[in-house]
C-alpha cells in the first residue's frame, strides 16, 4: 500500500517568516496531493490540493509544490501569522485499487508572535 | 461548518460495552469514510462507503464494523471495546467516492473515552 511521510513533525517560525511542510510517498502512480488543516479539537480542513499534471499551484499565502520525478511534495506557508498554527497533513490517493486517501502524520506548526 | 454531522460528540463508556456512531454526509454527498485519531496521531483510515456498498477498507478492527444506510447515512459500531479504543473518530464525505475528484468534507468528530 501507499507509503506517506512528512516532515518535520513539529515546526516553529516567527511570525511572518515563511514555513515549509514537505511530504514523500511510495506509489509512483499517486495523481493527487490535498493538505488538510487541523486546528486543536477541530476537524480536519481541505486548504490546498494538486494534481499530478500541475507542478505548482498557490492560494493567497499557500502553495504547493510537486515533484512527481522524486515523489514529494511540500506546502509553503508565507507570512505567516498566529492563526496558522494547526497541525497540518498531507495525503496522497493513489488512482490504483481502491484509491484511499493515505494521510501524513501530521506537523505541528506553532507561530511565535 | 463543513455540512458532514456526527453524532453524538462524546461519548464515555467502559471497557467491553459496545457503542455505535453515526454520521450523515453532506447533502448530495454519496460517499463516507470513517477515520480514527488517536491522541496527537495521524489520521489512520478505518472504512469507505458508496452508495450503500463497502469500497475500501483500511486498518479496521474485527471489533468494529460500519454500513451506509439507503438514505446515506452511515453508522461505525465498536464493540467489546478496549482503553486503546479511545480516540476521536471522523467521518468524511464526498460526492462521488473518488477522492481525487471531490475533496473530503469532514465532520466534527465523536470523541470516544473508553473507561
Known amino acids: 500500500g501507499e507509503n506517506v511521510e512528512q516532515h518535520p513533525s513539529t515546526l516553529s517560525v516567527q511570525e511572518g517568516d515563511s514555513a515549509v511542510i514537505k511530504c514523500t510517498y511510495s506509489?509512483?502512480?499517486?495523481?493527487?496531493f490535498p493538505w488538510y488543516k487541523q486546528e486543536l479539537g477541530k476537524r480536519p480542513q481541505l486548504i490546498i490540493d494538486?494534481?499530478?499534471?500541475?507542478g505548482e499551484k498557490k492560494d493567497q499565502r499557500i502553495a504547493v509544490t510537486l515533484n512527481k520525478t522524486a515523489k514529494h511534495f511540500s506546502l509553503h506557508i508565507t507570512e505567516t501569522q498566529p492563526e496558522d498554527s494547526a497541525v497540518y497533513f498531507c495525503?496522497?490517493?493513489?488512482?490504483?485499487?481502491?484509491?484511499?486517501?493515505?494521510f501524513g502524520t501530521g506537523t505541528r506548526l506553532t507561530i511565535i508572535p | 461548518d463543513s455540512g458532514v454531522t456526527q453524532t453524538p460528540k462524546h461519548l464515555i463508556t467502559a471497557t467491553g460495552q459496545r457503542v455505535t456512531l453515526r454520521c450523515s454526509p453532506r447533502?448530495?454527498?454519496?460517499?463516507v469514510y470513517w477515520y480514527q485519531q488517536s491522541l496527537d496521531q495521524g489520521l489512520q483510515f478505518l472504512i469507505q462507503?458508496?452508495?450503500?456498498?463497502?469500497?475500501a477498507k483500511g486498518n479496521i478492527l474485527e471489533r468494529f464494523s460500519a454500513q451506509q444506510f439507503p438514505d446515506l447515512h452511515s453508522e461505525l459500531n465498536l464493540s467489546s471495546l478496549e482503553l486503546g479504543d479511545s480516540a476521536l473518530y471522523f467521518c468524511a464525505s464526498s460526492v462521488d467516492g473518488r477522492a481525487n475528484n471531490s475533496p473530503l468534507h469532514f465532520g466534527n468528530g465523536t470523541r470516544l473515552t473508553v473507561t
Open positions: 495525503a496522497v490517493i493513489s488512482n490504483f485499487g481502491n484509491e484511499k486517501l493515505t
Open positions: 506509489d509512483s502512480a499517486s495523481n493527487y
Open positions: 447533502s448530495g454527498d454519496l460517499s
Open positions: 462507503y458508496y452508495n450503500g456498498e463497502e469500497r
Open positions: 494538486i494534481r499530478s499534471n500541475v
